[in-house]
């Protein structure tokens, strides 16, 4: 077994940064069995890189599988005679992000399971209480019903009144992406919106109108009506001001791409019910948290050949809602897009995932 | 603790469904011959593999977490032989076969054998591009080829196919702990010989020789495509992939339409290896063999298989078939599809019946002049921000929230 290879193990655990390319060997404690896969120690040089990992990630990156299908572990190229069959060797250097990743992702995810808090015990329902029923916008009326609900607000009753939720469609589509990245249930989102376009059909639950109209028909519901200003929110809910934490902040397009890998991740220990709560309760304060104090993160922004299909299917809600009579708290014109935002420079999904892998050096290994 | 564990892990497309089938519908007989095959459900250890090897399969990972560990904890407990079999197991990685091994009690005192069953590229290669097919992969044949002859297997389908599909190296990764005499490869006869030959060479390799399984009912192997049904499956897929979720893909295009129907098409040209391709694949079959001769395996069979038939003499090239043909495929497949929507409309009015009758319940149940009366009031108060005060004011006095 190579032992330039081995050195460069042992490098990579003691914090070391030198390219496997440029690196002329060193000290090494030889191991049995077989050296870490080239993803594997690309990516522990990377965490080296950006930060200082703990002795626990160090171990849990060095022999970490990556989850789902890719290419398999690959040699370090140089790192032991020429083998006849198998994938060839590689400089770690030159593998692509979404290798690494890979690796990444696995580990975010038995670390998300791991270290999940045990969930909140809800308070008592409170005896007086505005009943209500959140629909429309899965990223606002999903948890915000969660949190009202630990409050003593939970939904339902007969004469609720159903508060369709809706913003923007830029805004909707970009948190419904968000909503069903949790889920690992989506394709990256410039696929995503591809899609929305090719169907010609908003998803159903930001279709405010038709969200209202099968809302209508439920038994045992009370006043529809569309809220386009948040600000009303708590007026409308009964409450002096909505449960901190209640609806999390916008994801920008990288945090919704690494959310969605993550999830799938997580889909190999957990059910799926248990995965949107994971990700719910863990992964996204861990990404808030991540973000630099100021304005938030940019959302996702609408690929350029998609943007008209937008401006049309934003105008047919509103024609649709100003048509069917619904009381709409705020502006019906609060679904039309706003001027669109140029696209920035694009965020790099690994940094982010190196970043949340660093962020908790204490982690403890199983 | 077992005494000796038998591990099959791949190929894919060997006859492995069929093997499976025999197991698990023979699990009585082979306890009683103190075999252990641990199942609860057919695919028991197809989901043992997604859960060793993390792979994430359309949601069914779900229902596969800590199956890898209930099984080796089953053999384990085995005072036998036990025997594990899926073709998925081939792309395992050296971490997760170590894992897999050390949990079934290698080098704690069992003895385990490893089965590889392989078969001729020029079978498997076409084979593989179906199969990618009929898991909604739009790429046309040749694209298919180019990226398996890629030699850096950097694509998704060129890494997956060299990992179920390159034997030395699946030999290597997995027999690396194990003396050669453990390692036992089973070659898949030429096509045209008796069905009877790969059984018998499984039953040796197994160890079955002699235990008197049922072999009537097993079913033999998966259904495979003619040239213009795949072509066409491909079509629907760049068609509906954008629309048809995993979960409806698979009851609906993968069982309805290719298993149950284009696949009994069974007069259409079949696929095969482009003729230009057959001296690369000869090479690497020679390649193969030598290596295999030369590590001292077990061979049941011959080596020889996997030289493979000689070229076509009529090839039929799938990214350019006869439209007649797939234009016939389609007609069956709308065929069925229309006996398919009629009997699910038949299910959906006796539903919709059931529905009005419970919905007219609910609202007799409503529809009492008090109750009506008060919800309009109750409409009309939450509709403004005095009538809101007023309903909290009467709810405090009432003691209760609803109205």
């Known amino acids: 077994m190579s032992e330039r290879g081995w050195a460069w193990v042992e490098h990579l655990r003691r914090g070391g940064t030198t390219p496997w390319a440029s690196f002329d060997g060193g000290p090494s404690a030889a191991e049995d069995g077989y050296l870490p896969g080239a993803q594997q120690l690309e990516l522990l040089r990377r965490l080296n890189l950006a930060g200082s990992p703990s002795p626990d990630l160090v171990e849990r990156v060095v022999r970490a599988s990556a989850p789902g299908r890719g290419r398999p572990d690959l040699e370090l190229v140089g790192a032991g005679p020429e083998r006849r069959f198998g994938p060839r060797p590689v400089d770690p250097a030159t593998l692509p992000d979404a290798e690494l990743l890979r690796v990444a992702t696995g580990l975010l995810a038995t670390s998300v399971v791991r270290t999940a808090p045990a969930p909140v015990e809800p308070r008592r329902p409170r005896r007086w209480r505005t009943r209500y029923e959140l629909v429309g916008d899965p990223w606002v009326a999903t948890p915000l019903t969660a949190a009202l609900t630990a409050d003593g607000r939970p939904p339902g009753g007969v004469g609720r009144a159903v508060l369709v939720l809706g913003a923007d469609l830029p805004t909707m589509l970009a948190r419904v992406w968000a909503d069903r990245a949790l889920r690992g249930s989506v394709p990256p989102w410039p696929e995503f919106v591809a899609r929305v376009h090719a169907r010609d059909r908003l998803p159903r639950r930001v279709d405010l109108v038709e969200v209202a109209a099968r809302q209508r028909t439920v038994a045992g519901t009370g006043r529809v009506s569309v809220v386009l200003d948040p600000a009303a929110l708590p007026g409308l809910l009964g409450a002096r001001s909505l449960p901190p934490g209640g609806v999390p902040p916008d994801l920008s397009e990288a945090a919704g791409e690494l959310t969605r890998q993550v999830a799938t991740a997580v889909s190999l220990h957990v059910t799926p019910p248990e995965q949107t709560d994971l990700l719910e309760r863990v992964l996204l304060p861990r990404l808030a948290a991540l973000a630099p104090a100021g304005p938030p993160a940019p959302r996702p922004v609408v690929p350029p050949e998609h943007r008209d299909w937008v401006e049309d299917a934003a105008a047919r809600l509103h024609r649709d809602l100003v048509r069917s009579g619904y009381p709409v708290v705020g502006d019906p014109g609060g679904v039309l897009p706003g001027p669109w935002e140029a696209h920035g420079a694009p965020q790099s999904v690994l940094d982010l995932a190196v970043r949340l892998l660093l962020e908790r050096p204490s982690e403890v290994t199983a | ?403």
Do not use: C
Request: glycine fraction near 6%; proline fraction near 7%.
């Open chain 2, 1 to 403: 603790m077992s005494e000796r564990v038998l591990l099959h892990v791949g190929t894919p497309k060997t006859g492995t469904s069929y093997v499976q089938d025999v197991l698990w519908r023979n699990r009585e007989v082979l306890a009683e011959a103190g075999i252990l095959y641990a199942a609860e459900r057919f695919d028991a250890h197809f989901l043992a593999a997604l859960d060793l090897m993390e792979l994430p399969w359309g949601g069914l990972q779900s229902e596969a977490i800590g199956a890898w560990d209930d099984l080796a904890a089953r053999v384990r407990a085995f005072d036998g032989t036990a025997i594990i079999s899926h073709e998925i197991l081939a792309t395992a990685s050296r971490a997760q076969i170590g894992r897999a091994l050390a949990s079934l009690g290698h080098g704690d005192g069992t003895e385990v054998h490893l089965v590889l069953s392989v078969r001729d590229l020029v079978r498997q290669i076409p084979a593989e591009w179906q199969e990618n097919v009929k898991h909604r992969a739009q790429l046309s044949f040749a694209d298919f080829l180019d990226e398996v002859r890629d030699p850096e297997r950097a694509t998704r389908i060129g890494s997956w196919f060299w990992g179920v599909q390159e034997v030395p190296e699946i030999l290597d990764r997995w027999g690396q702990d194990l003396p050669p005499e453990h390692v036992h490869v089973v070659t898949v006869p030429p096509p045209g010989g008796a069905p009877e030959v790969l059984w018998k060479r499984f039953s040796q390799a197994l160890g079955l020789d002699g235990v008197p399984l049922d072999l009537e009912q097993a079913e033999r192997a998966n259904p495979s495509l003619g040239v213009p049904e795949t072509t066409l499956l491909r079509r629907i897929n760049k068609r509906v992939n954008a629309e048809l979720p995993p979960a409806d893909y698979r009851p609906l295009v993968r069982e309805l339409l290719a298993h149950q129907t284009l696949s009994r098409r069974r007069r259409s040209p079949r696929l095969a290896l482009p003729p230009a391709l057959h001296p690369w694949v000869s090479q690497i079959a020679a390649s193969w063999t030598e290596e295999v001769e030369r590590r001292g395996y077990d061979v049941v069979g011959d080596l020889a298989d996997l030289a493979g038939a000689p070229p076509v003499e009529q090839y039929a090239d799938p990214d350019h078939p006869r439209e007649r043909q797939v234009a016939l495929a389609g007609v069956d497949a709308i065929k069925t599809l229309l006996l398919d929507d009629a009997r699910l409309r038949h299910d959906v009015e006796r539903l919709q019946a059931e529905v009005d009758d419970l919905r007219g319940a609910l609202e007799r149940a409503y529809a009492t002049p008090s109750y009506r009366l008060r919800r309009a009031l109750y409409l009309r108060l939450e509709g403004s921000l005095l009538g809101r005060t007023t309903l909290r004011g009467y709810r405090r006095l009432r003691g209760r929230s609803t109205p």
